[in-house]
């Protein structure tokens, strides 16, 4: 049965037609998915008014309304104590943490006690002067010239001189230890970190235990960074080829970066006098970099959707008659 088998006629057609289903199974198996699905990241997009009509596109960043502020330590030292974490407000002059302060405060005792002695300095020299000065009016109010001696007299008058001069040096002995002990109070208060406005704590970057060193560089974080959170600003760029289309002073539809559905109405602030490089990235493959921006400034409304430094998109309304939004912009 075999030998009556044809390969050309038999097995050769088989064996394309097992391929060809074989071939036809596998295109079915790997065809890409093309059902539709919702997103993940809605692409930003204005309403309103501004969703058919004139506007400008922005990017930003949320900020505080008094920008942030970095703090630092005016003297090098160990940390003693932190009193503030991230999220908590503090009052203007609220302490943030302590740098020790053990040698300036023997200073200052060592300035008190020189205080001390120059004071009693003083009372002895005051005292030894009245004495001097009283001998000697005593001496210069005799009738009688010869009722005590030359000698006497000079004593007296030395005396006098002497305890004048005690008396003198006595007293800049204490201006120079009440100098001391200023110089040494003011250690102390420069060691010991305050809030210099009322606002908010962002971040802490500084331990109990840690040398912190006066910020000279610009690789070092801040110690401990904070701001005022109420309101919140957006700072958002402009791009420079857009910055005559903006109409200035109009409020901005702000969402934050990937929740296009949620916008609030951001108030206009101000506009930064000066037009400067672009820093602030959305890592768009067609984003340019090579641009200046105008800086524009708008307060959010009360929302617990922003954060500080969180990524905005914005709508600015355009200028009636301003040409239409350039491609990209």
Request: net charge neutral.
């Amino acid at each position: 049965m075999l030998r009556n088998v044809s390969f050309a006629r038999q097995i050769l057609p088989a064996a394309a037609l097992i391929g060809l289903a074989v071939a036809a199974w596998l295109i079915l198996v790997g065809l890409p998915d093309r059902s539709t699905a919702e997103p993940v990241e809605q692409p930003p997009k204005a309403v309103g008014k501004l969703a058919n009509g004139p506007r400008v596109a922005g990017a930003g960043v949320v900020e505080p309304s008094s920008e942030t502020i970095d703090i630092g330590s005016a003297l090098s030292g160990l940390v003693t104590d932190v009193l503030v974490r991230p999220g908590d407000r503090v009052a203007k002059g609220e302490v943030l943490f302590l740098v020790d302060s053990r040698a300036a405060r023997a200073q200052l005792a060592e300035s008190n006690a020189a205080i001390t002695e120059a004071r009693a300095s003083i009372a002895e020299a005051v005292a030894a002067q009245k004495t001097a000065r009283e001998q000697l009016a005593l001496y210069r109010s005799l009738a009688d010239p010869a009722a005590v001696s030359r000698s006497e007299v000079i004593k007296a008058e030395g005396d006098e001189a002497a305890a004048t001069s005690r008396l003198g040096i006595a007293r800049a002995r204490l201006v120079s230890a009440q100098a001391a002990a200023d110089a040494a109070r003011t250690e102390i208060e420069r060691l010991t970190v305050r809030a210099p406005i009322a606002g908010e704590i962002l971040a802490v970057n500084v331990r109990p235990g840690q040398f912190v060193a006066t910020q000279g560089g610009g690789n070092q974080d801040p110690f401990i960074q904070m701001g005022e959170t109420n309101p919140l600003y957006v700072r958002v760029d402009i791009d420079e080829n857009e910055i005559g289309r903006v109409a200035l002073g109009q409020p901005a539809v702000i969402s934050p970066r990937g929740a296009a559905e949620l916008h609030v109405n951001a108030t206009f602030v101000r506009a930064e006098p000066q037009v400067v490089p672009k820093r602030s990235l959305t890592n768009s493959a067609a984003e340019r970099v090579d641009v200046r921006v105008l800086q524009l400034l708008y307060a959010l409304p009360p929302s617990d959707a922003f954060r500080v430094g969180q990524q905005i998109d914005a709508f600015i309304p355009a200028k009636a008659g301003a040409p239409a939004q350039q491609k990209g912009g």
